[in-house]
């Protein structure tokens, strides 16, 4: 079945650096574009960035945009996201998502990320 399994979340220091990583299985990754969402407290999930099958194609939020890359391996079916300068505001769960057009929309269990010092 389609999974998502998150990895590299934490604690940070403001001014730090964090890769987060998304293990896919279950379906035909290449295929697909894979996003990166997160999730403030009492909030709704919002996009953080998205990338289309072969990477031609990278969205960014404004709120990330010069300090966020996503990036993709088919081979290996992971998609990854890199998060530089964080902020305290970038504190929150991150979610790896899959939108299988009909199949549905597929999420992983989310991972928490916490700038503090």
């Known amino acids: 079945q389609v999974q998502l399994v998150e990895s590299g979340g934490g604690l940070v220091q403001p001014g730090g650096s964090l890769g987060l990583t998304c293990a896919a299985y279950?379906?035909?990754?290449?295929?697909?574009?894979m996003s990166w969402y997160r999730q403030f407290p009492g909030k709704e999930r919002e996009l953080v960035a998205r990338i289309s099958p072969y990477a031609q194609i990278k969205n960014y939020a404004d709120s990330v945009k010069g300090r966020c890359t996503i990036s993709r391996d088919n081979a290996e079916k992971k998609v990854y996201l890199q998060l530089n300068n964080l902020r305290p505001e970038d504190t929150a769960v991150y979610y790896c998502n899959a939108d299988l057009q009909e199949r549905g929309s597929y999420w992983g269990q989310g991972i928490q990320v916490t700038i503090s010092s």
């Open positions: 279950g379906f035909t990754f290449e295929i697909y574009a």
